[in-house]
């Protein structure tokens, strides 16, 4: 796995502003859990003015105990005031006690499924062709991990404007009333917050973008080591130290990307801190000073003494946890944003009209960051009904081709026309509607064998057997002891399938999908040729009145196509059926003779077979 330049997307990236994920957020949140959302609105708003009535009942309460010293004032009146303050001081505890429920629930998985859905179907209209790119894999990373911290922003984002703000705006009036030089103090107190909205997002997003791959690096190499996958083949090449030592290696630039970051973040803190401090300790001696030279009561001293104790406290909280984890929260809630804004593949939506085939029209193909066109000036009519076999060597740009025929891809020249529509120009839930492909990495998914074939319509369960027939998957106990329901997983307490039987599984699982045209790109490379042939011969009469086409290198099952494409380097170099082309003797007859050789003569078979090629 190549090592990427950390400078990357970088500096191509735009900004997303915070308005926009707060308006974001909150409309998930208002969507996923009014009720919720409300309660956690109210008793914020409650909370904050509760604060600002503690100040002003702290002053009444030093002022009338100082008259009742003095006589001028009853004692009942003082102790009503008690009361009245433990009253509120209840309300303010009993709704902190109540918070952390409120928070737990919102952070429930509620707006938390809904943002994962919300990924996934952007992730389903992006154009796939970004999928091959090591980038944008990262972007989805990081848009995953962003979820949190959106919640995040929102839950205690709105404390800060239902909470905190009334409170500050109360106590500035307050302190502006009593004497206005106490506001500059106030402010001293919100620079550092301001100072640390601007730092802390910088230093966050940064070390996400150097960490993003070195984390997809890491899982890579653990993955190496351990998945069921790849243990045997790293096992038997030898290969463990290498991928262990990568593992270590990538382990080690993650832990050094991470100290990094938090070194800059809590010298940030530090100066911040300080910076507070000062402004605390400002306000104290303003106080005193005011109380000696007796413009301000000793109840007004009490109540901003006590208030600006709670309110140091409030803007440190807000300081060092809100703001600190909002800023680099916003860092990351950034990577969501900037992910759902990514261009998607788009186009108009069209519906197949049955009976067009396939056409294409001097079609290239470049892949991005490529030097060469995979696909060069390729045209090709394909009918309604009719079979093609694809062939070439390594390399000649066979499955890109396909990929280009089915709409996968948009052709970078020329183009395409799937079933009367233009795959440029249409939206791929249109192109794919009627098209089912079966390809050489098809997936082997850890459920069971119905939910394998099922899984483009969970409905039509009586075709299940039909289709595993077709397919060769043969239910039998041994093989499968709950049949269809079996679990294809030994993780998941099920059974294990050799390569061939899976191969079987996702033929069946092409063909159960609804389609007016099928593609087969080799995935019968790992099926003895005897079962291979009869799959074929089952494929062909499946897909009879179908556009279907077939990529192998198998020279022998060219022969149930009514034509077989040759590629070579990109280009179409013939055209032509089986008994056509032999009889041009070009390079299909070439290729065909080079096969059949091998299978005659025995003895030229290297041992170990010959890549599973047969006639
Ligand atoms: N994601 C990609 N990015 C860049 N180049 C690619 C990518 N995928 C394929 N290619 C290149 O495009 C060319 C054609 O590849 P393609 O997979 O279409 O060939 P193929 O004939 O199907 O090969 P094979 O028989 O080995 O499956 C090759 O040179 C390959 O290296």
Redo the contacts with the bound molecule.
Sequence with gaps: MPRKSKKKTQDNKQKVSIFKIIVYGTKIFIKTMPVVFALHLVTSIISGLSLGFITLITQHLFDSVADAISGKESVTKVYLIVATLGIVYMVNEAIKGLKPIIHHYTFNYKSQIEMNKIIHSKLNRIDPLFL?NADVHDEIEKAKGAIGAIQFIIIFGSDILTLNLPYFMFMGIYLNHLKPQFLLVLALVFIPVLLGQFVRPRITSKYEDTAAPIRRENSFYFNAIVDREYYKETRTLGAFSFFFNRFLDSLKRLGTEELKMNKRKNFLELILSLVSTTGYVGILCMLITALFQGEITVGAFAAVFFSIDRLFQETQGLVNFYIGNLTSDFGYAQNYIRFLEMPERGGIDATPIIGKGISAENVGFI?P??ANK?VDNVSLKIEQGETVAIV??????????VRLLIGLYKPTEGKVILSGMDTANVKAESLFDGVSGVF?RFQRYQMTLRENIQISDLDRGSEINTVCQQAGVNIDSASFPQGIDTMLSREFNGVDLSGGEWQRVAIARGLYRINNVIVLD?PTAAIDPLEESHIYHKFVEISKGKTAII?T?RMGSTKIADRVVV?DK?KIVEIGSHDELIRKQGLYAEMYDTQSEWYENESDIPQGGIRGDAI
């Design positions: 091959e892949y960051n490529a995979s070439g060597a390594n390399g000649a740009g066979k499955t890109t081709l050489q080799e990529v290198h590629m990109g």
